[in-house]
């Protein structure tokens, strides 16, 4: 045990400066002291862990990279971007078209700048995702200099051996055999909307398959020893192949490791304490590591299943199995509605069709990739996989949860481990209240209970252009619907937003004027989900839903698109919004003479922070103490404008932005 609470100090250690910290904070208390009560003065040296890795996450939160020079090792090389490993910095830097491979030593000139990326809400996040490989700047690609060229070329013998295929079933092979997925093909899409995509990629479970594959091959020929390690012998350059898959590393790490533990020091330690072994040098080769979902939800997960194998050593097979499976499904629900915010019922019964499928794909793939391309059958095998994705489409059911926030998620696995230790003490009593917590937080997850509870303003990451949802309680008005020409915003964006939000219907949906990034995702939007009533002209105004009281303040009859915008202030949870859509400076100055009520706490700023609104005059006039400006990030009108961030920093208002923060929200019960 004293193993597990090292590692257990090691990871709390590294999140205290990641994120949430008073929620971090209390935890590591919680922890530090059942340790100091259990081991006495041996919990100095848990204290000594959890500093070191503390220390570990401040560098990484708070150390600015300054040079102009940074030489070092591509750590990981994707097909327009690589990794770069400089010392303790890595950086991200862009390259079209890459053909960079992991271990080629560059000399890069260039000075950091921090990573900024155009994202929408509800979709995959690029800034997020490379914070959790501890990349916060980007480097410039003009000045590269290679010195040393690897000389196994990966890259370029996948390309080749991919192109031997149609598009299909390259896509399924890449993603498979090499972790890229394709979210142009349609064995992507279908595999994502079950909410499958993590049965994409080349993961232990399909590692542990092969592991079993080549003992049974080697079974008559050589010793049980053997047997303990050849597999993983044989196996250990699928890590280059793969690199950085986390699975296959922790997979092939722990096998040696209970090599290590049986047949070399004969220390017998426990599969837990072998596990937390592998876990600690892991994080101790990339601390980062403690990050990612593909490293610390199979650790977790292992531990766990090992408590629960030996709670239920004395039980029957089936029954085991069971409950395991109860408690797999129980893990999970938290992390399988994370982006969606919808549970899927039969995910694992649809794991046990789809992971044999994808094992017989991925041995033939890798047999291809070592031999010669066996096209018309993996062709064949793809159409098989293209109606088994197509028929679970059919049968799936999914239940909206809304969105858990870290609270809620902390006190589900808080209450989940509290659950083991009852049903291993056989506290039956206790048991129960478990139980009725439990189905008690999951019922009010699946219903909207939230939605008559609350009121909020949510200013919508649609990029560039604007969505303002108004909601109080059961009552919801949209203004704008933002729009893009290369993404459906109203269903990859807004519909699930609103469902996270457990929203199923919008009652007032508002355009402020016909501007594509304001209303392009209008007729999407009223055809995949239920919008009781649509304005848009100046004359339908005002309006009342519920406490929502809209009443447009721009009476200019101009031909521009710009002049007419309709500007309403919203006098809306004790404060006043003031939306200006993308009204000029011609509507604000008409709002001042005409001695408008403009007066407000947070301002929609107008037209994006472009200079033709937003001017110091107006600003002074409406006296906010909080700006919003609705922008994408390093879009191509330069938004916002330096002369505006200027003029708002002039009158001490604070600025949000919704290309640096994402959907910027504020929240009362009241």
Not at 65 to 80: A, F, H, R
Not at 115 to 125: A, D, M, R
Not at 373 to 391: C, E, S
Request: proline share 2%.
């Amino acid at each position: 045990m004293i193993i597990f609470f090292a590692f257990i100090s090691y990871f709390l250690g590294l999140y205290l400066f990641r994120n949430n910290i008073f929620l971090i904070v209390i935890i590591s208390l919680l922890f530090l002291g059942y340790v100091f009560i259990r081991y006495k003065k041996k919990g100095f040296m848990f204290l000594a862990i959890f500093s070191f890795g503390a220390g570990l996450s401040a560098l990484n939160t708070y150390v600015v990279p300054n040079k102009d020079q940074y030489v070092g090792m591509v750590i990981e090389s994707k097909e327009n971007y690589f990794l770069f490993q400089s010392g303790f910095n890595r950086f991200y830097v862009y390259e079209k078209e890459n053909t960079r491979e992991v271990g080629d030593w560059l000399v890069i000139d260039s000075k950091p700048t921090e990573v900024s990326f155009l994202t929408y809400e509800s979709q995959f996040n690029m800034k997020e995702y490379l914070s959790t490989k501890g990349v916060k700047y980007s480097l410039g690609n003009k000045y590269i200099v290679e010195r040393v060229h690897m000389f196994l070329r990966i890259k370029e013998y996948k390309s080749k051996f991919l192109s031997r295929f149609d598009s299909e079933t390259a896509a399924l092979i890449d993603a498979l055999l090499f972790g890229t997925k394709h979210y142009d093909a349609r064995v992507t899409n279908q595999v994502e909307a079950l909410n499958l995509i993590h049965l994409l990629s080349f993961s232990g479970i399909y590692l542990n398959f092969l592991i079993l594959i080549v003992r049974r091959l080697l079974l008559r020929f050589v010793s049980e020893k053997a047997l303990d390690i050849v597999p993983y012998v044989v196996l250990t350059p699928l890590i280059y192949v793969t690199f950085p898959k986390i699975g296959l590393i922790r997979v092939i790490l722990t096998g040696y490791l209970r090599f290590l533990n049986r047949y070399v020091l004969k220390t017998n330690l426990r599969a837990p304490v072998v596990t937390s072994i592998c876990a600690i040098l892991l994080l101790l080769f990339d601390f980062r590591l403690a990050y990612q979902s593909s490293y610390f939800i199979p650790i977790f997960l292992s531990l766990l299943l090992y408590y629960i194998g030996a709670i239920n050593a004395s039980k029957r097979k089936i029954k085991k199995s069971l409950s395991t499976l109860l408690f797999i499904y129980l893990f999970m629900i938290p992390v399988s509605t994370l982006d969606r915010g919808c549970l899927h019922l039969f995910t694992f019964v649809f794991q046990f069709i789809l992971i044999p499928f994808h094992e017989l794909y991925l041995v033939i793939s890798l047999v291809s990739l070592s031999t010669f391309p066996f096209r018309y059958v993996l062709g064949f095998l793809t159409n098989i996989a293209d109606k088994i994705y197509t028929f679970l489409g059919y049968i799936d059911i999914s239940i909206p949860l809304g969105n858990f926030g870290i609270y809620f998620n902390t006190l589900y696995y808080v209450l989940l481990v509290f659950g083991l230790m009852f049903y291993e003490s056989q506290n039956k009593e206790m048991l129960k209240i478990f139980r009725y917590t439990v189905i008690t937080m999951v019922l009010i997850s699946i219903l909207p209970i939230r939605t008559y509870l609350i009121n909020a303003v949510y200013f919508i990451n649609v990029g560039q252009g604007d969505s303002i949802l108004l909601q109080n309680r059961d009552k919801t008005v949209l203004i704008d619907t933002g729009g893009n020409m290369n993404v459906d915003l109203a269903t990859e964006t807004l519909i699930p937003f609103l469902k996270k939000k457990q929203i199923y219907d919008i009652d007032l949906l508002v355009t402020t004027h016909d501007d594509y990034d304001h209303s392009g995702a209008v007729d999407s939007l009223m055809r995949n989900f239920k919008v009781k009533q649509y304005l848009k002209e100046a004359t339908n105004f005002p309006v009342q839903v519920g406490q929502i009281y809209l009443e447009n303040l721009n009476h200019l009859n101009a031909a521009d698109e710009n002049e007419s915008s309709l500007v309403f202030n919203v006098n809306f949870m004790h404060k006043k919004f003031l939306l200006m859509g993308d009204a000029n400076i011609a509507v604000e100055k008409f709002l001042i003479d005409g001695n408008y009520d403009i007066d407000c706490d947070i301002l929609k700023v107008g037209h994006h922070g472009s200079k033709t609104s937003s001017c110091e005059e107006f600003i002074l006039k409406c006296s906010p103490v909080e700006a919003i400006i609705s922008c994408g990030a390093n879009n191509k009108y330069g938004h916002p404008n330096k002369e505006v961030i200027e003029t708002l920093n002039k009158y001490n208002v604070s600025i949000r932005r919704t290309d640096l923060e994402g959907t910027i929200s504020y929240f009362s019960i009241f």
